[in-house]
């Protein structure tokens, strides 16, 4: 519930709940930057990363390198914040 009104509550969630890929969905399409928070292997996911990015163009900072430099992710990050293409990946 904390999620749903928070996204940042992943922040003070354990490493339990922050392997959850439910958990981390809800909490990255409330606020994007929740991505920042999400173990490593939920930051090279291209969907979840996605979510992040449609909720919040900056969140592109803080997926996988490899996600940064994929053109289309980078494109629906800055159609959401145009300064979002500073986090991308040469």
Avoid at 47 to 54: G, I
Avoid at 60 to 69: C, D, F, P, V
């Amino acid at each position: 519930e904390a999620v749903r009104n928070n996204g940042m509550a992943l922040e003070c969630a354990s490493e339990d709940v922050r392997q959850d890929r439910d958990f981390v969905q809800e909490a990255v399409r409330c606020n994007g930057h929740a991505l920042e928070y999400a173990s490593e292997e939920f930051r090279r996911d291209r969907d979840l990363v996605l979510e992040a990015v449609r909720n919040n163009g900056a969140a592109l900072a803080h997926a996988s390198e490899e996600l940064r430099q994929d053109r289309d992710l980078v494109l629906e990050a800055v159609r959401n914040n145009g300064a979002a293409l500073a986090h991308a990946s040469e």
